[in-house]
């Protein structure tokens, strides 16, 4: 199956953040299913959704809600809530294969781990319809053009 797919399909190593390879409105839909959040800091995810906004025709992203109290990577509620360092600390407590990281790949985990506000969501998607999927509270929001 994976040879079929290799002579159908082109793979692509890339940067979301940079795609200058590729020229605006080269794509028909860009698809960004819960990735915007592990692309690092406030201005790589700016970039990452401005380069997708650029190349796609269209596109549906979605985002974990930083609203919902279960954090959906670690799967402990409130730890997204809480600083770096306190969030590291906890992990470790309760997911033993986190623990036997190192404290780099441990740091860098939780870093690239950043659920978004609705606020923030919208900052990075303006001029999109968006909406939050909701079980009581907001659990991931979605932006579509």
């Given at each position: 199956?994976?040879e079929s797919?290799?002579?159908?399909?082109?793979?692509?190593t890339?940067?979301?953040?940079?795609?200058?390879?590729?020229?605006?409105?080269?794509?028909?839909?860009?698809?960004?299913?819960?990735v915007?959040?592990?692309?690092?800091?406030?201005?790589?995810m700016?970039?990452?959704?401005?380069?997708?906004?650029?190349?796609?025709?269209?596109?549906?992203?979605?985002?974990?809600?930083?609203?919902?109290?279960?954090?959906?990577?670690?799967?402990?509620?409130f730890?997204?809530?809480?600083?770096?360092?306190?969030?590291?600390?906890?992990?470790?407590?309760?997911?033993?294969?986190?623990?036997?990281?190192?404290?780099?790949?441990?740091?860098?985990?939780?870093?690239?781990?950043?659920?978004?506000?609705?606020?923030?969501?919208?900052?990075?998607?303006?001029?999109?319809?968006?909406?939050?999927?909701?079980?009581?509270?907001?659990?991931?929001?979605?932006?579509?053009?």
């Open positions: 199956e994976e797919l290799r002579k159908t399909v082109n793979m692509i890339g940067d979301a953040r940079g795609l200058s390879m590729f020229s605006d409105q080269s794509f028909d839909i860009v698809v960004c299913n819960s915007i959040e592990h692309v690092g800091n406030w201005l790589d700016r970039q990452a959704a401005d380069e997708a906004r650029r190349v796609g025709k269209r596109g549906w992203f979605q985002a974990p809600a930083f609203e919902f109290p279960l954090e959906q990577h670690f799967l402990l509620p730890i997204h809530w809480l600083a770096d360092p306190l969030q590291v600390c906890i992990i470790r407590l309760f997911r033993p294969a986190f623990k036997a990281m190192s404290v780099d790949d441990q740091y860098m985990a939780v870093y690239h781990t950043r659920p978004l506000t609705r606020a923030q969501f919208s900052a990075l998607l303006p001029d999109t319809d968006r909406l939050s999927e909701r079980l009581l509270f907001p659990k991931s929001h979605v932006a579509i053009w």
